[in-house]
């Protein structure tokens, strides 16, 4: 029996090449601009997966020349938000890349406070909250950051060296998530975590629902294949305004060295199957994010990239704008 993915993906490569008249122009609407930000807004500030890219000891092509001239838009995933009425910003994942995606955000909030009022942390995976490390005497020396995490996540911060020296110097201060319980950071920010499906060596994993005045996200950089959740993805996405989904891997073509069971991320083209007779209201929403060093989506003018765009779906860019 012909496998349905497969055919879909046929089909995707036929029509990558031609025009799309629903191509959709949600990148422009996002586009970060430079001027002062006047209302709760979200920002990119890395789109890579958890060893960045060029990723260590790589000697495929998608990294030999990154080695040689650096692309400094290459950050681990992390998002960042603003209330400037409340002059408040906050971190969603402490990468290995804080050091200048709290730069970064500071100078869009134009503000001059250096570090956040709040962090928020999916997992213990390393690209998602080892830059807490830069919290801590060596560097900062921060005074009591709050730091959101679920159960087992905290545990395992307070438990394990070097992070629970971080609590004990009240570098950082953790405070308790649960599972579907929201929680008001500031009068327009609410956030909500929920368990999602993955390698929970050391802490369970979250995705996070963002709830700006007008305009939620659904953050997911993290998850095992779809229908491993309890709750249908398309179910999630039609509740908000944006989702930033995982998309480490374009399809299995680019593991040939990896087995791929160990790597159950659903693959683009498994997702793009899945989203295909959603309306084109639904697609735009739909922002594809965390990619793997090797996945051909970080070419922008590879195939699978414009495959993506032409099939009415986002490929989130580092410093991309929303207003919440």
């Known amino acids: 029996m012909t496998n349905p993915i497969n055919l879909f ?3 995707l490569i036929l029509i990558a090449c031609k025009e799309n008249p629903n191509v959709n122009v949600t990148t422009q ?3 970060l601009s430079e001027t002062s930000i006047s209302k709760t ?3 990119i500030l890395g789109t890579i997966q958890d060893a960045g890219s060029p990723h260590i000891a790589c000697k495929k092509e998608c990294c030999v020349n990154l080695f040689k001239n650096e692309n400094i838009h290459r950050k681990v995933v992390s998002l960042g938000v603003i209330d400037p009425q409340n002059g408040k910003t906050f971190l969603f994942e402490a990468t290995p890349d804080i050091t200048t995606q709290l730069k970064k955000l500071k100078e869009l909030a134009n503000i001059e406070k250096e570090l956040p009022d709040g962090i928020f942390l999916t997992h213990a995976h390393i690209g998602h909250y080892t830059g807490l490390m830069y919290l801590g005497k060596e560097a900062t020396n921060a005074s009591s950051i709050p730091v959101y995490a679920m159960p087992r996540m905290k545990s395992f911060l307070e438990s394990n060296g070097p992070w629970s020296q971080l ?3 009240s570098n950082i201060e953790l405070q308790a998530l649960t599972d579907r319980n929201e929680i008001q950071v500031t009068s327009n920010l609410k956030v909500t975590p929920f368990t999602v499906p993955h390698r929970d060596e050391y802490s369970e994993t979250v995705g996070f629902i963002i709830e700006g005045p007008s305009k939620s996200v659904l953050f997911i950089p993290d998850i095992d294949k779809w229908d ?3 709750r249908p993805i398309i179910e999630a996405i039609s509740e908000v305004d944006y989702a930033f989904i995982d998309a480490t891997f374009y ?3 680019e593991l040939n060295n990896r087995d791929i069971s160990e790597i159950p991320h659903p693959f683009i083209i498994e997702s793009m199957a899945l989203f295909n007779n959603l309306p084109q209201s639904e697609k735009t929403k739909i922002h594809f994010i965390h990619f793997n060093h090797t996945n ?3 070419n922008p003018e590879s195939e699978a990239y414009n495959t993506i765009i032409n099939n ?4 989130s860019k580092i410093h991309d704008l929303i207003q919440l």
């Open 296 to 298: 051909p989506v970080l």
């Open 312 to 315: 009415g779906f986002n490929i």
């Open 228 to 230: 491993k959740w309890e």
């Open 29 to 31: 609407e996002i586009s």
């Open 167 to 169: 609590v004990t110097n």
């Open 9 to 11: 993906f046929a089909f």
């Open 41 to 43: 807004s979200l920002v």
């Open 251 to 253: 399809d299995g073509v």
